[in-house]
């Protein structure tokens, strides 16, 4: 199912003012220099001053590659921020989805559109860039400080991009904020670990550190509070911004969290090292596989983009695992950790950063995979005859023991009975289910019970069930006119303009209030740490109420806003009763 790999894509205040007409050219003067960008509009048409692709980290090339991130010197000349950038490396060959069988006759008579060329996305290993975007700048003697929402976009840890044309600012930028959006490393150029002072790993969670520091050092020249950060993410940024949390690195560098669909306290192993992907990397791109000096030196002998497309030997069946590289306990050699116990274990005893926080998924999540998978018999057949060897490969939990094997017994009859699975509604079901739970819900229910149980602030709950017309995925048959319901990604289009993909949403549409509500809900927990402070008409005067562990109530965010309790309880409970908890004590 290669579908599942693509969704996944201070000084003097008066030294740091625009000082040139704001209107035509914006220029932001920051202690490392002068910044040009250029205005957009909002949806309701406010200015927004955007400023992209500013260079945080030097080019982690040539000695740098595989190493932790080095913060970027001054400049002199005007630095011009008004280009999107490059996309840090990423797979340009990921084998197409096997097309569905159609019902109706197939119009075959008229040309079809040209297929992009390979490379398209202008890649390059000098990527690590960030964006800020402000509806309004300080001018000489302004104390303006407005509170910043910083985002690190999804994409598996291994695709995807921070930029305008995917993450556009068009609809948060009506509301008062500041809006940071980031690149971070990718894949083995991210994440390589083997263990060894040579590359410890978590290179591209270091980065996003130091887009973090960067917004501590240099945001109030953008008019925004560096004392009022929220960081959010989605899905490997969700997880990302989780893991931020409870890094000794990041303590400190932001005030708030919302993270959505994904978190790092769930199934997933998380080792000291992945030096058996380093070894599969090395063997991907020709390199030996003896030792990590070997590994290493030869890597760097690689361009990036032959190291970045070669993600499609990491997948073992389909296109799972959705989750290849991830965060490492490091272990000491005298470098800046950035984990240094399980997060659980750090979950449990406390020891993160006691904040505000919005956590939750959409309804479906990744259960979009059952209406494909169920029309092939070589899909059921994994959960048939070979849900042994494949549910710990989909779900990242250990392999090849005897309690893996008792887990997936557990697994398949939970969700599918004793019975084979064959082109049913049941299978469909348990399909859809143990993929929603399994890669996402799971992790993420987890993770808002162990945060309550020990933050001293607020968490706030939600599961996303909105259905419009549009989604990153429709129902086979219907000429993506019919969607599964709120999958993967489908409410970051509320949020965000993401203008390859979708169009920009008017006052005529349906999904204008959905809008509405989504950013008025974000940016009032940006703002305040609480998504309804107040009455509103927007918000049809409903109050999100925090989390309670003994109600465990959320917030359903669908055509209307409605408070639940306990979101698919028994689901979430037969995977806490699979992984307990005790282990990590």
Known sequence: MYSLVWIILPLVLSLHTCTVNCDKQPIVNTSLGKVKGFILKSRLGKPIYSFTAIRYAKAPVNELRFQPPVPVDKWNDVYDATQPGPVCPQPNNLPPVPVDKWNDVYDATQPGPVCPQPNNLNSSEDCLMLNVYTNKLPTHGDSLRRPVMLFFHPGGLYGSTGAVYVFGPQYLLDEDIVLVTGNYRLGSLGFLSTGTKEAPGNNGFKDQVV???????????????????????????????????????????????????????????????????????????????????????????????????????????????????????????????????????????????????????????FGFVAHRGIRRQEFLDRFNKDYKRVLPIIFAYERNTKRSNDISTRLRRFYFGDGNLGNTTQTKEGIAQIYADGIEGFRVNRATNLISAKNTENTYYYCFTYRGKYSYFYLPDTNNTETAGAVHHDDLMYLFYISRRFPIFNSSDPEWQTVNKMVKMWTNFVKSGNPTPDPSTVLNNVRWLPYSQKLSNYLEIGNDLIMKEKLFQERYQEWETLFPLDEYA
């Open 211 to 365: 887009v973090l520091k960067w917004v501590r050092d240099h945001i109030h020249a953008f008019g925004g509070n560096p004392n009022m950060v929220t960081l959010s993410g989605y899905s490997a940024g969700g997880s990302s911004t989780n893991l931020h949390m409870i890094s000794p690195m990041s303590r400190g560098l932001f005030h708030r969290a919302i993270i959505m669909s994904s978190s790092a306290l769930g199934q997933v192993i998380i080792p000291t090292n992945q030096f058996d992907l380093a070894q599969k990397q090395a063997r991907l791109v020709n390199c030996t596989d003896d030792t990590p000096i070997s590994i290493i030196g030869c890597l760097k002998t690689k361009t990036a983009q032959e190291i970045a497309d070669t993600l499609p030997g990491f997948l073992e069946v389909g296109g799972d695992p959705v989750v290849i590289w991830r965060a490492v306990i490091e272990p000491d050699f005298g470098q800046e950790r950035f984990l240094v116990e399980h997060p659980i274990t750090s979950a449990l005893h406390g020891r993160f950063a006691k904040i505000p926080v919005m956590i939750g998924i959409t309804e479906i999540e």
